[in-house]
């Protein structure tokens, strides 16, 4: 007789633990603050987190906080839906059109890879110093990664079922609907991850110019003044706005990708 | 006999490296700026080689890394305009001022205060007139930022009418008044000068006509102190010599109180600063340009500690410098003899 075989699926599924996660993080802080109060590290060096947290707690007091993340949250919603929604368009283009692809691939093959802070100078002259260059600056960012998640998102989609749709007789508009956009969709969702966290990564380059208020004028500002607390205060805001945005775009896959599981 | 060989060879490398360390070496940090101009003059004349000193400089883009290098023990000693970043690295033990380096005077140029030709239509034309306008800057907390906060209490001001605008840079800063983005620049006299012969801009004043003020500093580090008093003093020394020959070479005045240029005295002695701050010019055109860009320098390196204090207080009342910063705490009189106004 033979043995039954063993079941041999399962696994590869690697799912978040919540409890793991903060205490991670806790570990982390306790080594930091244990590193500061033994000398280890100078208070020059970084400020031990008791003072960062005092330096935030007052940030939120006095109410600045609330002024600068409004300033910088405009900016970068902004920012982001111009940059993410015309990089989906072109995306899509370039994915679905020859004539967009022979295009916009070398264009931005070509332009991907300049570091828009690099551009700075230029978008103060082109849009100011105003409102204008700083969520032109988060656009750009955002736009290259959409473009690029989106167009490989579609080449992704399954040929077959195309191919399947076409000889059920559905009308090109409605394939791609029912069918390509779909099928892009987790790639260009974990692309809208990646656009997310280059648009937060570029509102400290986009408010060195000319700007009062805002997250990244304030680290700049601490930075400048050489207030150590205050500028890890202002970087753990920065990081708390990756982590609300990370979780944000995990809750939309978990709903948009339901038709996965 | 092979051992005995190497031996001697390493006795030989010691008796070199021994006879290296009677030069001993003092790495400085400093910006290609003229108002670092006594340091640069006295290396030229030697005054560093006859007091057995090597000076290695250093040089920096920007002046806050050049503070935090002698924090961490980069660089030995350092010189810039104070700041609001300095004077909280000082506050936290990281610095120790020991000379001076420039100052706004009056009857000499220093900063100046350039309109944009927009703002300047429109009847911007004294110190009075800046409430209500745009003022660019490279950092919050730099010596741009304390001159408007100064010039705002002397000209009874609210500082808050003036929308301040951090650029980063000179360049960004004059690109923004060229355009009319920003309405007005407190600015170095170089390029103040530039912008207003160019036409790009007006010149509605100099900082020094209205105010005088301890510009900036030679420092060093507490432990740097501790570990080497005797090099720090030869330093200092073979400085105040480059300081006093930089005053009398550039810093004449004619009986009108008019600063002049004497050719044979000052030429040659810009032309060494030119060799440092506009490398790339040829000897000629930078001994021009170091003429136009001189800031006062006291001929002994003494500091006006009073001032030094008066600038802490300003930016504490503006909450960028922390409470408990203490200038007497970062301050060392005792390398510079006769520091002047100082506070009891």
Not at chain 2, 33 to 55: P, Q, W, Y
Request: aromatic fraction near 8%; charged fraction near 15%; hydrophobic fraction near 50%.
């Amino acid at each position: 007789m033979a043995e039954p075989v063993p079941f041999r699926g399962g696994g590869f599924q690697p799912r978040a633990r919540r409890l793991v996660a903060v205490a991670t993080l806790a570990v982390l802080v306790a080594g930091w603050s244990l590193a500061s109060r033994a000398g280890w590290v100078s208070p020059i060096a970084l400020p031990p987190p008791e003072e960062v947290a005092t330096a935030l707690v007052r940030l939120a007091r006095s109410g600045e906080l609330a002024r600068h993340l409004a300033a910088s949250l405009s900016r970068l919603v902004s920012g982001f839906a111009l940059g993410a929604g015309a990089g989906v368009v072109v995306g899509l283009a370039i994915g679905l059109v020859s004539l967009a692809r022979s295009a916009g691939m070398p264009v931005i093959a070509a332009l991907f890879p300049i570091p828009k802070i690099a551009l700075l100078p230029l978008f103060v002259v082109w849009f100011g110093i105003g409102e204008a260059s700083k969520v032109a600056t988060i656009a750009f960012g955002a736009f290259f990664p959409m473009a690029v998640a989106t167009y490989g998102g579609v080449d992704g989609v399954d040929r077959t079922l195309i191919r399947m749709a076409q000889s059920f007789g559905l009308p090109t508009l409605s394939i791609v609907r029912k069918v390509v956009l779909p099928g892009a969709l987790p790639a260009m969702l974990s692309g809208t991850r990646i656009a997310a966290a280059i648009a937060i990564i570029l509102i400290v380059a986009a408010e060195m110019i000319g700007a009062n208020e805002g997250i990244g004028a304030f680290i700049l500002a601490a930075g400048n003044l050489m207030q150590t607390d205050q500028l890890v205060a202002g970087v753990v805001v920065l990081s708390v706005l990756g982590l609300t945005v990370s979780g944000l775009i995990g809750a939309a896959e978990s709903v948009l990708l339901r038709w996965r599981r | 006999m092979a051992i005995r060989s190497i031996l001697a060879g390493v006795a030989a490398l010691a008796c070199l490296s021994g006879g290296a360390l009677a030069q001993e070496t003092v790495v400085a940090g400093a910006l290609r700026f003229v108002s670092n101009g006594a340091l640069f003059v006295a290396i030229e004349k030697g005054f560093f080689k006859e007091e057995g000193l090597e000076v290695e400089l250093r040089f920096f883009q920007a002046a806050q890394p050049i503070a935090v290098a002698v924090v961490s023990g980069d660089i030995d000693v350092g010189m810039t305009a104070f700041t609001g970043g300095f004077y909280n690295l000082a506050g936290k033990g990281g610095l120790k001022v020991i000379a001076a380096q420039a100052r706004e005077k009056k009857g000499y140029e220093g900063n100046a205060v350039l309109v944009s030709n927009a703002a300047f239509a429109k009847g911007f034309r004294k110190i009075e007139d800046f409430p209500g306008h745009s003022l660019g800057i490279t950092q919050v907390g730099s010596s741009f930022h304390y001159q408007i906060g100064q010039l705002a209490r002397i000209k009874g001001f609210d500082l808050k009418r003036v929308e301040l605008k951090p650029l980063q840079s000179l360049p960004a800063m004059a690109a923004a008044l060229k355009t009319n983005q920003v309405d007005a620049l407190i600015i170095a006299p170089h390029i103040a000068k530039g912008l207003a012969a160019a036409g790009d801009a007006h010149l509605i004043g100099w900082y020094s006509d209205f105010d005088e003020y301890q510009f900036g500093a030679l420092f060093t580090s507490p432990k740097m102190i501790e570990a080497r008093r005797a090099t720090l003093e030869k330093f200092v020394r073979a400085y105040q010599k480059g300081a006093g020959e930089f005053a009398s070479a550039m810093l004449r005045l004619d009986g009108a109180g008019k600063r002049v240029f004497d050719p044979a005295a000052a030429d040659p002695i810009a032309g060494m600063i030119a060799k440092y701050v506009y490398p790339s010019d040829p000897p000629a055109e930078g001994t021009r340009k170091v003429k136009g860009a001189t800031f006062y320098v006291d001929a002994q390196a003494r500091l006006d500690v009073g001032d030094i204090h008066g600038q802490v207080a300003w930016y504490k009342s503006q909450g960028m410098v922390d409470a408990a910063v203490d200038p007497k705490a970062f301050i060392d009189l005792g390398f510079v003899k006769g520091h002047t106004n100082v506070p009891r």
